[in-house]
């Protein structure tokens, strides 16, 4: 049976992510072996196998891990007893600071999406889709109550949104003159301002 920690404790499933992603992030997905994981996890074949079925569950992972978090923190904004307005906005300023946080996955999983098999491929596009979903549903609600306009479609707007979010790997940078939580507050502004009645 595999060993659940390593000998600094940290959970093996834990340090094979992170050994994928930054490889994946590196080498990309097509150029990454799973010995080259296993060996920068200091794990064995047999443990990645018992974690994970194959190169490509890890692909999906390191996505969905994202995935979760942002769909456990836009049901928190979305369920908040305030205002629409306010309950949007930091649902928009949030995505935005969560992929941020996370640019190495989101690119990884944005160059390398199409290596998945056609039953993840329909996976992670279920789950990105109840995302945008719920998100939307935000949107419409201000629409119903009058707050926001309903001058563009709820739809075109949460494209809107989220091009700019799925973008930010394309020329976001630590070191950049921005921090996360100033784009994460412009994005949400500018959408707040295209939805203003």
């Known amino acids: 049976m595999p060993r659940t920690t390593d000998g600094d404790g940290a959970p093996v499933p834990q340090r094979l992510l992170a050994a994928a992603t930054r490889l994946f992030a590196e080498q990309g997905y097509d150029r990454t072996s799973v010995q080259e994981i296993v060996e920068a996890a200091g794990v064995t074949k047999g443990a990645l196998y018992h974690y994970f079925g194959s190169k490509d569950d890890l692909l999906h992972e390191v996505y ?34 969560t992929t941020i946080e996370n640019l190495d996955d989101a690119s990884i999983f944005f160059r390398s999406m199409h290596h998945l098999g056609p039953e993840k491929n329909r996976q992670v596009r279920a789950e990105r889709r109840r995302y945008h979903e719920r998100f939307r549903a935000l949107i419409e609600e201000g629409q119903r109550e009058g707050v926001f306009s309903t001058a563009t479609p709820a739809d075109l707007v949460v494209d809107y949104h989220f091009g700019s979010v799925h973008h930010l790997s394309t020329w976001y940078r630590p070191d950049g003159p921005l921090s996360p939580q100033e784009v994460a507050d412009h994005l949400a502004d500018l959408l707040l301002r295209a939805l203003r009645a």
């Open 64 to 97: 969905a891990r994202v995935l979760r978090l942002q769909q456990e923190r836009l049901d928190q904004f979305a369920n908040a007893d305030e205002p629409i307005e306010k309950r949007l906005r930091g649902a928009a300023a949030d995505v935005v600071v």
